[in-house]
């Protein structure tokens, strides 16, 4: 991505270059706010360690929302919203509002392609998530980009790992990212939407086949030989436990639709709504996520995240 230099910027000049995909003016709009940035989150957090947190949420918040600010002469007071409403969520000691609109609420009014767009996945951000290690980037992935935002207690049950865990990846997630923001290089990245929509083609072929009776073969081939079910860190069951555990749910009449998808280099998210027969409504949760750990391009680990709230301790089948 090139830079478009502007003699002595205004934040209007730099809104229409981040806008359309230069970092390096996103980083400068950034560093022209941060100071009041920081004096809203001290005022309301009361000491640097949290305030500095929130301006750090605030900011990849602000990276994933920047395409909605439409006038440039509010940009500060927004950017200091979003910062106030990190420290309110902060303070309430609850999952903060899902950093990027709730994919599954637009799934009606577009199509997954569009949705992929419209939410702008830059590249450049994807590379710097790909340099963290893999748990680092399954914990970011999972609080950032997941579309139902799960909880740092969900986020460990997952990931099989202390809450204080998830807390300081997390810290240190956002510090890495967040520079990258500031002093990322112009350069060209891994066209990670086309990654995207690829894994999205993928899911949806994953469910067509196993309505078709052919999920065994088509895991054969995508699947590593030994893929599994994982309970936080413990292996509950082979790939053969997870075919099973479809096919039980597809002979009681659930269909699981595709939302979303999200992708790196080996963490993989897809959302998929839940559809129950109409005699069992309570059978599965209404939604359910698919968190895979690939290998080589092929799954290895799966975990699953329901919908919040819903039966969340019943051990699945498969995908129930």
């Known amino acids: 991505m090139g830079s478009v230099v502007y003699e002595n910027p205004s934040d209007a000049d730099l809104l229409r270059s981040a806008q359309d995909?230069?970092?390096?003016?996103?980083?400068a709009l950034l560093e022209r706010h941060r100071a009041g940035m920081r004096a809203v989150a001290l005022s309301i957090m009361g000491n640097q360690p949290d305030a500095e947190d929130a301006v750090q949420d605030a900011s990849l918040i602000a990276f994933r929302r920047v395409g909605d600010v439409r006038q440039p002469e509010s940009l500060g007071?927004?950017?200091?919203?979003?910062?106030r409403n990190s420290c309110r969520s902060r303070l309430r000691s609850t999952p903060p509002t899902t950093p990027i609109?709730?994919?599954?609420?637009?799934?009606?009014?577009?199509?997954p392609e569009q949705i992929i767009d419209r939410h702008a996945m830059r590249d450049w951000i994807w590379q710097a998530i790909d340099e963290l290690s893999p748990m680092l980037r399954m914990t970011v992935m999972l609080r950032y980009f997941s579309p139902r935002t799960p909880s740092y207690?969900?986020?460990?049950?997952?990931?099989?790992?202390?809450?204080?865990?998830?807390r300081s990846r997390l810290v240190e997630a956002r510090k890495k990212l967040v520079e990258a923001m500031v002093s990322t290089a112009d350069s060209m990245h891994a066209d990670v939407l086309a990654a995207s929509r690829e894994s999205a083609r993928e899911a949806v072929e994953t469910l067509a086949?196993?309505?078709q009776g052919r999920f065994a073969e088509l895991t054969a081939e995508r699947w590593t030989p030994d893929a599994a079910y994982y309970v936080g860190r413990q292996r509950v069951g082979d790939r053969n436990f997870l075919i099973r555990g479809m096919?039980?749910?597809l002979e009681a009449g659930v269909r699981q639709h595709f939302v979303s998808a999200v992708t790196s280099r080996d963490t993989t998210i897809w959302e998929m709504d839940m559809v129950n027969p109409p005699d069992a409504p309570d059978h599965c949760p209404p939604?359910?996520?698919?968190l895979m750990t690939m290998k080589d391009g092929r799954m290895d680990q799966l975990r699953l995240f329901h919908a919040p709230g819903v039966r969340d301790s019943r051990t699945p089948n498969a995908q129930a």
């Open 287 to 290: 939604a359910v996520a698919w």
């Open 209 to 211: 086949a196993a309505e």
């Open 101 to 111: 609109p709730d994919l599954s609420l637009l799934v009606a009014e577009t199509d």
């Open 247 to 249: 096919a039980g749910d």
């Open 21 to 27: 995909g230069d970092t390096a003016s996103f980083g």
């Open 77 to 83: 007071a927004w950017l200091r919203m979003i910062v």
């Open 153 to 166: 207690d969900q986020i460990a049950a997952l990931c099989g790992i202390p809450v204080g865990t998830v």
